[in-house]
C-alpha cells in the first residue's frame, strides 16, 4: 500500500524513466523530420490539376452561351498558364474573357476557393517575389516562385498554354480568337501538359477529350 509518505518521496523521475523518453522522443522526431521536407513537385501537381478542374467546374455552374453572339466562345471558362514580366516566373490565371479581348482582367478571373482572392496577375508585371508587391490577390497562382516550376509544354491537342470548358464541361484549346460558334476548337484527342522544375523534375497533366478529365500522368487516384 502506498502511503502519502510515499508519495512525498517520488517528486521525481528516474533515471530509467528519462532515458526511456528521451528514446521515445528520438523515434518520434526520426520519423516526422522526413515528412517535413516539402515535395515540390507533387504540390504543383496537385495545385494546377485542383485549378483546371476548378475552371471546369465554373464551367458547369455558369453554364455560359450566347449563340446569338458570333464571338461568345471567347468566354469559356479557362485555366491559362502566363509567363510574369520580365521573364521572372510563370502564374496561373482562372476566368472568362468577358470582353472577348483575349486576356483575363481582375474582374473577369475567378476567386481563389482557398483564400477568396483573385487568381489575377498582370503579365507585363514582375513577379519573382510572388504577391508580395500585391498581397490582394491569390499567391496560389505564382508556379515559380512557390513551386520553382521553370516552364510548361504542351503537347497532343493543345498548342497553348491555354484549355477552356464549355457549358457542358467539355475541353477546347484556341478558341480566344474565335469568331463564329462552330466549336472547331473542340478537344479531339488527349491533351497533355508537361511541366518542368528548375531541380529539372518534371510531371505531365492529362486532360481527355469529351469528358475533360484531368489527372496526373502516372499516379492512380486516391
Aim: with cysteine; glycine share 8%; aromatic share 10%.
Amino acid at each position: 500500500m502506498i502511503t502519502p509518505k510515499d508519495l512525498m518521496r517520488r517528486n521525481a523521475f528516474t533515471m530509467l524513466e528519462l532515458v526511456f523518453a528521451i528514446v521515445v522522443l528520438g523515434i518520434i522526431a526520426a520519423l516526422a523530420i522526413p515528412r517535413l521536407d516539402r515535395d515540390y513537385r507533387q504540390e504543383a501537381a496537385d495545385t494546377i490539376l485542383a485549378d483546371i478542374r476548378y475552371a471546369q467546374h465554373l464551367a458547369l455552374l455558369d453554364d455560359r452561351q450566347k449563340f446569338n453572339d458570333e464571338e461568345w466562345q471567347r468566354e469559356f471558362w479557362q485555366f491559362k498558364i502566363e509567363s510574369c514580366g520580365g521573364g521572372s516566373g510563370l502564374f496561373i490565371s482562372v476566368g472568362s474573357d468577358r470582353d472577348h479581348q483575349g486576356d483575363l482582367d481582375r474582374n473577369e478571373v475567378a476567386l481563389d476557393p482557398a483564400n477568396g482572392k483573385p487568381m489575377f496577375w498582370k503579365n507585363t508585371d514582375d513577379c519573382s517575389n510572388g504577391n508580395e508587391s500585391d498581397p490582394t490577390v491569390s499567391k496560389n497562382i505564382f508556379l515559380t516562385k512557390r513551386f520553382g516550376v521553370d516552364s510548361v509544354t504542351p503537347s497532343g491537342s493543345c498548342a497553348t498554354q491555354y484549355i477552356g470548358f464549355d457549358h457542358l464541361g467539355r475541353p477546347h484549346t484556341g478558341f480566344s480568337g474565335s469568331t463564329q460558334p462552330n466549336y472547331a476548337s473542340y478537344l479531339s484527342t488527349a491533351c497533355i501538359y508537361t511541366f518542368t522544375l528548375k531541380t529539372g523534375e518534371s510531371f505531365q497533366i492529362r486532360i481527355e477529350p469529351e469528358t475533360g478529365y484531368a489527372s496526373i500522368v502516372g499516379q492512380a487516384e486516391l
